[in-house]
């Protein structure tokens, strides 16, 4: 009923910069906030940002400035902008939304396929 999708990934070299985005589509009432999340091999999946549909935004630690959330409530899309980026930082990155289907003021966890961020001289 609700579908996420993310774009943007790919290979990057150290030190440059990649913008990730993606949309929520569906039986969508309102939603409450979305963010990112990344997965490395052989890791468990780490937060990584997210914001409100208020504009209250949380890092990861390991962001350190480098990274910045927004998004479109308008179009139910919310962009990260990744700079300075570094080895690292090479995982699949994956978009969730926490959206509101029906008369309940609760979300619920929807999840993107994930795109491939790949950090590497």
């Known amino acids: 009923q609700v579908h996420v999708v993310e774009s943007g990934g790919g290979l990057v070299q150290p030190g440059g910069s990649l913008r990730l985005s993606c949309a929520a589509s569906?039986?969508?009432?309102?939603?409450?906030?979305m963010g990112w999340y990344r997965q490395a091999p052989g890791k468990q999946r780490e937060f990584v940002a997210d914001i409100t549909s208020g504009g209250i935004t949380n890092y990861a630690d390991f962001v350190k400035g480098r990274f910045t959330i927004s998004r479109d409530n308008a179009k139910n899309t919310v962009s990260l902008q990744m700079n300075s980026l570094k080895p690292e930082d090479t995982a699949v990155y994956y978009c969730?939304?926490?959206?509101?289907?029906?008369?309940?003021?609760?979300?619920?966890?929807?999840w993107g396929q994930g795109t491939q961020v790949t950090v590497s001289s």
């Open positions: 969730n939304a926490e959206v509101v289907v029906g008369p309940n003021p609760w979300g619920h966890n929807f």
């Open positions: 569906g039986s969508i009432v309102s939603i409450n906030a």
